[in-house]
């Protein structure tokens, strides 16, 4: 069962706490991977807490729980959500161990401020247009994102799935008007599922793990837009040498097979 951090409400001060409810109030909530709650004395000493891309959920949870298996007494702790407000907390002091983003950019957030080293590249991820599985709305390629009839949801620019999904539109010379921009992927898919658009475009492995509730499509303009992903332990972790070898996890065989199966590419 996961469950929420309950240190965010005394380690970090009132004002960045609700600018990260803000941030993040449409993504997937602090979990960890084992069922060990959480001290409310704060972290314990074989604890790490890995920040990650709201897309990497369902993969660095499995993969966390064989870090757990590998590591007895080890617990790791997760913040799922959009890479942006990820890397704004990580610089504005939240303790994270570890920093795992949807691209380059949100990456280069933490580096640029000395608080991580050379990231590594681990996988790759493209977009496809996501409808509700009778799409009601027949969309079968990018150009019918164009229609006004059909409702559109995206991710907003700030965040790699908004920025990949613009980057996307205007290899095809297409301007899309959006009914809803959402603050990460999974948020920006749940419309689909609820049936309130009738399509978005999302990452490929986020259709994937929807389980058959929404269908994906593939357009030759997601080629231009793939997003790397990097990761990298960060120079004031708490837990210097679990970072380093959850990091050394999820570049392993293991790692990269975990990944695979849910439809991420080799970096």
Not at 64 to 79: C, Y
Not at 89 to 99: K, M, R, T, Y
Not at 116 to 121: L, N, V
């Amino acid at each position: 069962m996961f469950r929420r951090l309950s240190r965010w409400s005394i380690a970090l001060p009132v004002a960045f706490a609700l600018a990260g409810l803000a941030g993040c109030g449409s993504g997937a909530p602090a979990t960890s991977a084992s069922s060990a709650p959480a001290s409310s004395a704060g972290r314990g000493a074989g604890e790490v807490t890995v920040f990650a891309a709201a897309s990497l959920t369902g993969t660095f949870t499995e993969l966390g729980k064989s870090f757990e298996n590998a590591h007895p007494g080890t617990t790791v702790r997760f913040n799922f959500g959009s890479s942006a407000t990820l890397a704004q907390q990580i610089v504005q002091g939240a303790p994270a161990d570890v920093f795992a983003a949807a691209s380059p950019a949100t990456m280069k957030t933490v580096t640029d401020a000395s608080l991580a080293g050379a990231p590594a590249t681990f996988v790759r991820n493209k977009l496809q247009i996501a409808v509700p599985a009778a799409n009601p709305a027949k969309v079968d390629e990018l150009k019918d994102l164009a229609d006004p009839a059909v409702k559109v949801a995206l991710c907003a620019e700030q965040v790699p799935c908004g920025a990949a999904a613009v980057k996307a539109l205007g290899a095809a010379g297409l301007k899309v008007t959006p009914v809803t921009l959402e603050q990460d992927v999974k948020a920006t898919l749940t419309k689909v599922q609820l049936g309130e658009v009738d399509a978005a475009l999302v990452y490929r492995t986020d259709v994937i793990a929807s389980g058959g509730k929404v269908t994906g499509i593939d357009f030759p303009e997601a080629a231009q837009a793939i997003n790397d992903y990097p990761i990298a332990a960060l120079t004031r972790a708490p837990a210097g040498d679990l970072a380093k070898q959850f990091v050394d996890l999820v570049l392993s065989q293991q790692g990269k097979d975990v990944l695979a199966k849910a439809g991420f590419e080799a970096a």
